[in-house]
């Protein structure tokens, strides 16, 4: 984007996506993430709006869901109100959403056409070289789920590899918390292959986890459910919010991470960048 069209943009967009903590670089991979979404509330309609409001200024490529994509009927009218008619201006401009199944998603959405899960329950996709996104079934981890994630993890060659799926291996949530089986599993799988962000859902709150093994964990699970005051704080917690829904924006520019995550009213709730380290464990977030 131009200096004039920026400068444009911001004119046009309200207060709140003026304060971008992005960089927002020609060039550099932009993204959004959220999670749990799918209830068709006003709320998850008032994330979508924001979402397009930040759009305007911050042209993101793609939205990775993180599960629960769709609470309750799954009927084509379902698929309207609680996914097409909320993001109907990102999807009208062109942005992909690629989803991950969650505990309440029937696993016939890998057929859903705008969810670009080309009919599997787990897959993988390069938005740009160097840069390879992996999502997985967390629902049902069984041995060829994870023969193919690590066959797909030894081969990709990407600096970046970041894996995006329902249930958090690291978590402060009262009501789950971490799941241990599913960190028993996947855990080795990411320290032996250099994953460097883990992002889930599943917990109805923001959360930065303080980086374990040298990965970090984001979990961002209210674009349309919240359970209010639900965090610990414990020793996992780095930075969290409960007191409303969220979303968040990405961007990736050589070695660094960007991450910027948004509250419903268009407050930043979190901000920081991640420095990937070309040594096995070295990196970490630094936040705002």
């Known amino acids: 984007m131009t200096r004039a069209l920026l400068v444009l943009a911001l004119a046009a967009a309200p207060l709140w996506c ?15 993430v959220m999670g749990d979404n799918g209830n068709g509330g006003k709320q998850e309609y008032q994330v979508g709006e924001r979402m397009a409001e930040y759009y305007k200024v911050f042209p993101f490529q793609f939205v990775t869901m993180l599960g629960d994509n769709m609470y309750g009927g799954e009927a084509p009218k379902d698929f309207m109100k609680k996914f097409e008619e909320p993001y109907k201006t990102l999807l009208s401009a062109g942005v992909k959403f690629y989803a991950t199944l969650g505990n309440h998603d029937d696993p016939d959405q890998r057929n859903y056409k705008s969810f670009n899960m080309n009919g599997e329950r787990y897959y993988t996709f390069r938005p740009k070289r160097g840069i ?30 970041i894996v995006f799926f329902h249930h958090p291996p690291y978590s402060s949530g009262e009501t789950h ?25 599943h917990e109805h709150f923001y959360e930065r986890v303080k980086p374990q093994k ?14 209010k005051g639900n965090i610990n704080h414990d020793e996992l917690l780095e930075k969290g919010f409960d007191q409303d829904r969220h979303f968040m924006l990405m961007e990736i520019d050589g070695d660094d991470l960007y991450f910027q995550a948004i509250s419903r009213a268009g407050d930043t709730i979190d901000s920081g960048v991640l420095h990937r380290a070309p040594v096995k464990g070295a990196a970490a977030a630094s936040g705002k």
């Open 177 to 201: 918390g971490s799941a241990m089986s599913i960190r028993a599993v996947l855990e080795p799988l990411f320290v032996k292959y250099n994953v460097s962000v883990v992002l889930c859902g």
């Open 214 to 227: 040298g990965i970090q964990y984001f979990i961002s699970g209210a674009g349309g459910q919240l359970r």
């Open 18 to 32: 003026q304060h971008l903590t992005l960089p927002n670089k020609p060039g550099s991979l932009k993204f959004a």
């Open 132 to 161: 390879r996104f992996f999502s997985l079934d967390s629902n049902y981890i069984d041995k060829t789920q994870l023969q193919w994630f690590e066959k797909e993890l030894a081969s990709s060659g990407s600096d970046w590899k």
